[in-house]
């Protein structure tokens, strides 16, 4: 047992991970996915009809956030079966706990953990889901080859992504590094290339070991009912990281300038709404002898 895990406190998987991508969605956590947009439970309910649970499997969901996929995965697999999910923001594992409690849902654990190294036993999962986070991750490439030695052969792995934004969303979000004291830098999940297409989503899951690869286009238009909704909404979303480093004596400049740019780009019927492009990527762990990139000869 290493340093780090003897650090571990009851009801956690490991130390949580201090990020920056965690950290602000620790402080997102209370009111996240609850602006009245419709973004996160839609994609979520997707995310695990791809992966094809059947009642009495086990389940990790990694950076679950508030439950979007842990929830639907739960009603899917049923009592018989099990979800384990786990995220690095305490806030956010304290609140779908919550849920699971006031839902009676008994075989849904929640706990505090790192999605990019979930500390649980070889082989003890048959499914692996990881809505909208691998992209945040410091290693994905590390974090996949984790998920799939936490799969028992032929267990399943789902993961969501995104496809091509919406010219809109940059639109908007490009007024706010004007704001900011310090030029923006890299921003988590947008410059990573492994993620640019289909393909390379494809290589870089086929590179940690998986078989029968999929990736599947799974459109989503969101609407806001006025630019007030959209900019709170973007505090749900990792453009929060951008946000929180606009000092708060310029936010309401700031949000007024967001504003006034979502008025630019309203529908031509006068609607504010976003496009997504997310991709839904299905593969299985390989037979035991065969699932190694190597065939299994180490
Ligand atoms: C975009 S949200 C997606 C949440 C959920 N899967 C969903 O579909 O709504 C990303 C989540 O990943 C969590 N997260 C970010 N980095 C993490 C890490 N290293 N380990 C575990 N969770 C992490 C965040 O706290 C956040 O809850």
Redesign the pocket.
Known sequence: MDSDHAARSPGTRGP??S?R??DA??RA?DT??LTGVRF??P??RR?VAAAGLTPGMRVL?????????TFPAAEAVGEDGSVTA????EA?VEATRRTAAEQGASHVTVLT????RPDFPDGSFDAV?????VF???DPAAALRAHHRLLRPGGRFAM?SFGSVDARFFQVTDVLPQFLDEPLGPVPGRSDNAFATKESVAALVSGAGFTRIGVADSDLDIEFADPGQWWDWLWQ??GRMILERIPSERLPQARAAACRRMDEVRDADGRLSLHWNVWLTTAVRGPAATDAPDGGRT
């Open positions: 949580a991970p990020s991508v965690a969605f620790e956590a996240y996915d996160y439970g994609l979520g995310l969901d990694v950076g679950c956030g508030r439950g979007a996929c786990v995220d690095a923001a956010m953990g790192d999605a990019g889901l990881a809505g909208l986070v945040l991750l410091p969501s979303t990792a």
